[in-house]
């Protein structure tokens, strides 16, 4: 008990919890552990049980330590082994909360309702001929006509990931370098680690990437560049016209770089408020475009379409074939019936009209606040602080969860940030905004930089 009472600064919820997170990070404190008792520790401390408790309620809802009833509280054991690096570092923060944006995944509120859909299309499923194509001619014919340049062959698969996974497969061996965002998506990382392919972290701003420092990455002779052009997930960013044009051309000075292939990961372009965007207008034969339906549609339906070169999207589908083969036509004709009724079309916009109002609420709140921030496309934004798992303890005790910025980022770096699922909020902002507003003014005067920037 004594180790807890000396690191405790702040006789306050927030002051408690703080100090158990730091023991717990700093590994003071491992897994399986037993903590003191609520009244033991309160009477050490010379303050109330009920603040002891709150202080264990938010490290409990930030997945930190686990009650076992009469035995006592504990630090949590680690998480699942089956869930990749980064994922198991996440795994805590998806604990009930009252205030959760911490998931990164869209409302289900503004989802669009699938029971027409599913009555429109029930009759449809039959057996079909294991060699038919791989999409239905009519969902075919929508997507090459919303696609962002004329890709020779499209495909669906099951989802983003599995499209960046079997993109990585042709074009990138054992020993290969690949550019990624840094910030970026942690899946990303853990996939490429276990494919032994090196990671080259480019820094992002408030366009994407950064030209100065893609050109020093494009020198080491990478097989490919993983990029999302909208919404990007943490920052929110999304690409203009001319940065994706930039980018293009610095992939196109050096003959090294002829057969660097650009994988994009557009996962949130039906609710993005930016223009469709994608280096394959500059770029012939080279760009690997996915488009995922998750955001908008539904994360269960688990489609994406992936367009490209022929010679590209023809080796992913020969070798899905001997695997799940191709996504269930089912599936398929019910994302054909959302992409082109009215009724599904006019649900997506509103959804992406209230994520865009959700997003400028809280960037207008923090900005009056004293705190000004840019305001993000998509559903995440990206924040600040001095001390990543004292922030997300702070808020923990507020009743707010957030994701800690660690797992996001490529490579590890003093600054530290929090990511805050804007588009899960509802309702006024103020009482978030507060929140935020204490652990982003904390960061502005550790770190000196402005308050509320989101990118390092």
Sequence with gaps: MQTVIDEVEHRTPEGIAAA?????????????????????????????PATVSRAWQALSAVGLIVSRGRSGTFVLDAAPRWLPTRSQSMAGYHRGARIDLSRGTPDPQLLPDLAPALSRVSQRAATVVYQELPVIPELLAVLRESWPFPAESITVVDGAL???SRSLDVVARFGDRVIVEDPGFPPFFDLLDQLGIERLPVPVDEHGIVPSAFAAALSRSPAA?????????????SMPAARAQELARLL??????AQTVVIEDDHSGEI???PDVSLGRWLTGRVLHVRSYSKSHGPDLRIAALGGPTALVDRIVARRMLGPGWTSRMLQSILYDLLTHGDSIAQIGEARRIYFARQKSLAEALTALGLPTGQADGINTWLPV??????????????????????????VRPEAFIRVTAGALIGDPAEVALALAAVLRRSAGAVGSEPAARWA
């Design 225 to 237: 560049v993983i990029l999302q052009p909208r919404a990007q997930n943490p920052t929110g960013v």
């Design 20 to 48: 158990l997170g730091r023991l717990i990070s700093s590994g003071r404190l491992a897994p399986g552990d037993r903590l003191p008792t609520v009244r033991a520790l309160a009477a050490a401390l010379a303050v109330s």
């Design 252 to 257: 196109s000075v050096h003959r090294r770089n």
């Design 386 to 411: 001095a001390d990543e798992r004292d922030a997300i303890v702070q808020l923990a005790a507020s009743g707010i969860r957030v994701a800690g910025g660690s797992p996001f980022q490529a490579e």
């Design 162 to 164: 599995d499209a960046i």
């Design 272 to 274: 993005s408020v930016a």
